[in-house]
T-cell receptor
Framework: NAGVTQTPKFQVLKTGQSMTLQCAQD?????MYWYRQDPGMGLRLIYY???????DKGEVPNGYNVSRLNKREFSLRLESAAPSQTSVYFC?????????????FGSGTRLTVV | SQQGEEDPQALSIQEGENATMNCSYK?????LQWYRQNSGRGLVHLIL?????REKHSGRLRVTLDTSKKSSSLLITASRAADTASYFC??????????FGKGTRLHILP
């Protein structure tokens, strides 16, 4: 099925553990994004990749790293998880300028850090 | 940075009724977008309206844009149980990004 695929769907980590959230899209989109969604805070941009080979910080990048592995895949890594990173994480992609085309979102990863 | 702000925060209506939610923003925009998020799912892009458009339709959805008032409305006609979701507006921000509001939670009562 065409779209944005995120894995895993659920994850529980202990404080200090590391993990990588995976995202892949099969729509040949150029730009990919990672957001986190918290109650009362809306969606906040963590990192984005405007094109293959480039990555840039968003609004809340601290504690995260990203890798644009190829045009299809964009991963988000938590090196040392903290309870404040408990959230729902969404990957999104767009074919061109997001202001002109809008996002296609994945179904999310619900992460709990204990 | 500017942000779209949805109103009301929550809305409950009977199935079959129309639902209207609003979005206000602070500075001039080129485009405004509406998204839907069903519980436990990702956001789905519903409609994009450009600053030179006043109204746009997609199925049971009608979006209006009033640039003089810096506001937009989303009307869902003949609501169904499946319309129960959160609805977000997203407005242009600098550096070619968009910013989401905090959403309106719509609950359709049987």
């Amino acid at each position: 099925n065409a779209g944005v695929t995120q894995t895993p769907k659920f994850q529980v980590l202990k404080t200090g553990q590391s993990m990588t959230l995976q995202c892949a899209q099969d729509m040949n989109h150029n730009s990919m994004y990672w957001y986190r969604q918290d109650p009362g805070m809306g969606l906040r941009l963590i990192y984005y990749s405007a094109s293959e080979g480039t990555t840039d910080k968003g609004e809340v990048p601290n504690g995260y790293n990203v890798s644009r592995l190829n045009k299809r895949e964009f991963s988000l890594r938590l090196e040392s998880a903290a309870p404040s990173q408990t959230s729902v994480y969404f990957c999104a992609s767009t074919v061109g300028r997001v202001q002109s085309y809008g996002y296609t979102f994945g179904s999310g990863t619900r992460l709990t850090v204990v | 940075s500017q942000q779209g702000e949805e109103d009301p925060q929550a809305l409950s209506i009977q199935e079959g009724e129309n639902a209207t939610m609003n979005c206000s923003y602070k500075t001039s925009i080129n485009n405004l977008q509406w998204y839907r998020q069903n519980s436990g799912r990702g956001l789905v892009h519903l409609i994009l309206i450009r600053s030179n458009e006043r109204e746009k339709h997609s199925g049971r959805l009608r979006v209006t844009l009033d640039t003089s008032k810096k506001s937009s409305s989303l009307l869902i006609t003949a609501s169904r149980a499946a319309d129960t979701a959160s609805y977000f507006c997203a407005t242009d921000a600098r550096d070619d990004k968009i910013i989401f509001g905090k959403g309106t939670r719509l609950h359709i009562l049987p």
